[in-house]
């Protein structure tokens, strides 16, 4: 009876917070960055399954994770889970430190044979995002089971109830069945172990500015997606990036690639939106010039370099017009730009997530 009335006291707040959201008009908002500038930077990455070969474009071998693994422990390297991460960067963290976050979406039992062993053996931490409607269902792992990876310290993140494609809804629609959704699972986690979840991963990684506001006001202190980049003191903390490591992205040498790479210096961009409007659609970017060499420049979609790169001169900095030659196919796609540092220490990666609604899953 406790756990229920906790629930309707967390979905009155939630429908209260959603009404409000729903009557702000986000796009005209300038968005600020939301943790002061500095030269703090942390890579995040996201796995899925371990030693299951049945879905190979998500899965990585133990043999490999323990690679990833073993590497930086050798480069010791600064793990911590991803509420250790954000507050590292808001206080007085030591901004020499390599800081990296490991993240374990939907909560599949191959984690506990396969992967949590090997993060007590090296000592390592994760944030593991499960959805609560799946907890105990073939191929995830039970509530017992997560109960004693987080008595291991893994810490365990809100990846929805149901994992839904929220985006398919539209207006309040959208809004109340996400804010039900969120409530539903933290009376779960609640019931089950006891504890709330500080942090919070899109399903799909799909997300727009309503979803951010929502979650920023439920009191989650970040959220990750899924486009592809590097933290730093001007990130966004509820749509921060990861590097996904599953099937050809996982391999070792990829793997070091990524934890050495720099954010790409952007000052501004436009459309900030994730969503879609027309096909094929256009990004600007605003990038400080003195940080990276621009002939250097490359823009690729799906691992190619099928871009239409335009160049600006601007007195707040280089802007650039990306837009892909083809029109977009998928439901997500990724526009990724990288160019390497004008002081030769790597390279610099950043990437803007496209949701096309009109394409169904």
Not at 117 to 142: C, R, W
Not at 264 to 275: C, D, R
Not at 310 to 320: A, C, K, L
Not at 330 to 353: E, F, M, Q, V
Request: neutral net charge; charged residues 20%.
């Amino acid at each position: 009876m406790k756990t229920i009335q906790n629930t309707n006291w967390l979905r009155a707040i939630l429908l209260i917070i959603l009404l409000g959201a729903y009557g702000m008009s986000i796009r005209a908002q300038s968005k600020p960055p939301l943790i002061s500038p500095g030269d703090k930077e942390m890579v995040c990455f996201v796995y899925h399954r371990f030693d299951d070969k049945r879905y190979a474009s998500t899965n990585i071998s133990a043999s490999v994770f323990r690679s990833h693994m073993n590497y930086l422990k050798n480069e010791k390297c600064k793990i911590l889970t991803l509420s250790e991460a954000v507050h590292w960067m808001k206080t007085g963290g030591n901004s020499s430190d390599r800081v990296v976050i490991l993240t374990i979406d939907d909560g599949y039992k191959s984690f506990y044979t396969s992967g949590f062993p090997i993060l007590l053996e090296f000592g390592f931490k994760a944030t593991v995002f499960i959805n609560t409607n799946h907890v105990g269902d073939k191929d995830y792992m039970s509530w017992e089971q997560l109960r004693k990876i987080n008595e291991a310290g893994m810490e365990i993140g809100c990846h929805s109830h149901a994992h839904d494609h929220f985006l398919d809804l539209s207006g309040q629609e959208m809004l109340k069945a996400f804010a039900r959704d969120l409530s539903m699972f933290k009376g779960k986690l609640k019931e089950k172990l006891g504890i709330q979840s500080k942090v919070y991963s899109y399903p799909f990684g799909e997300f727009n500015e309503q979803l951010e506001l929502l979650i920023k006001n439920a009191g989650f202190s970040a959220a990750c997606a899924q486009n592809s980049g590097v933290i730093d003191q001007s990130s966004d903390l509820w749509s921060l990036p990861r590097y996904p490591m599953g099937g050809p992205y996982a391999s070792l040498i990829g793997f070091i690639d990524k934890v050495n790479m720099h954010p790409l210096p952007v000052k501004w961009e436009k459309p900030e939106s994730t969503i879609m409007t027309s096909n094929p659609p256009e990004l600007i970017l605003c990038l400080d010039h003195e940080v990276i060499d621009l002939d250097q420049l490359q823009c690729f979609i799906h691992g190619d370099k099928e871009c239409i790169i335009t160049f600006e001169e601007s007195i707040e900095g280089q802007v650039i017009k990306i837009r892909s030659i083809n029109q977009l196919p998928n439901r997500r796609t990724l526009y990724t730009i990288t160019a390497p540092r004008l002081d030769g220490k790597g390279w610099c990666w950043y990437s803007h997530l496209w949701i096309n609604t009109k394409v169904k899953e």
